[in-house]
């Protein structure tokens, strides 16, 4: 059964960065992408990006181009999400999400969330 | 304001059906299959329907997609008060080449 177990709760300052880890388990970890999504408490759901864990390539919501990286690690099964620049509106619930289907075009496995606070 | 555009709520009495709208654009649900979730509050979303009107396994015949042109439509019947959730439309957008959802919509069962 595919497993995601994401990272800790984290507490930020404005500014600083926060990068939030997905642990992958009980499947080939490079046969489908990887979604990012957020959630600020109590409103929707917002994309962030995808990354193929097999090549690396990415592709960011254009909101956070320029302060989102996705990156991971294969020998761990890891796929990361680092975010700079963090501001009080990026306190969120993060998920991590893998994709499912031929084409990736949805999501049937989420990560339990991890929880980012940014707080002076 | 979010590209596909959802009724915030929707309520129904149990048994009932109800529907909830997904309404967007060529670009997305006029170019690619619909999604829908299922979150239920401090939990992550669960997947509901695929490829517009595929159900993943463990989904009861209840819950039903459809599309028609740029618009989407999630359909459950005998609705239970085990239903009351919010719930997501999604499709990835060509224009912006992002995966795009909707505002949600919260069900609330009378």
């Known amino acids: 059964q595919v497993q995601l177990v994401q990272s800790g709760a984290e507490v930020k300052k404005p500014g600083a960065s926060v990068k939030v880890s997905c642990k992958a388990s009980a499947y080939t970890f490079s046969s489908h992408d990887f979604n990012w999504v957020r959630q600020a408490t109590g409103q929707g759901l917002e994309w962030m990006g995808w990354?193929?864990?097999?090549?690396?390539?990415?592709g960011y919501a254009q909101k956070f181009q320029g302060r989102v990286t996705m990156t991971r690690n294969t020998s761990i099964s890891t796929v990361y999400m680092e975010l700079n620049s963090l501001r009080s509106e990026d306190t969120a619930v993060y998920y991590c999400a893998r994709c499912g289907g031929q084409y990736n075009d949805y999501l049937p496995h989420w990560g339990q969330g991890s929880l980012v606070t940014v707080s002076s | 304001q979010s590209v596909l555009t959802q009724p915030p709520s929707v309520s129904a009495a149990p048994g009932q059906k109800v529907t909830i709208s997904c309404s967007g654009g060529?670009?997305?649900?006029?170019?690619?299959?619909v999604t829908w979730y299922q979150q239920f509050p401090g939990t992550a979303p669960k997947l509901l329907i695929y490829?517009?009107?595929e159900r993943p396994s463990g989904i009861p015949d209840r819950f039903s997609g459809s599309k028609s042109g740029t618009a989407a439509t999630l359909g459950i019947t005998g609705v239970q008060t085990g239903d009351e959730a919010d719930y997501y439309c999604s499709a990835w957008d060509s224009s912006l080449s992002a995966r795009v959802f909707g505002g949600g919509t919260k069900l609330t069962v009378l």
């Open positions: 490829d517009n009107s």
């Open positions: 060529r670009s997305n649900i006029g170019n690619d299959y």
């Open positions: 990354m193929n864990p097999n090549n690396g390539n990415t």
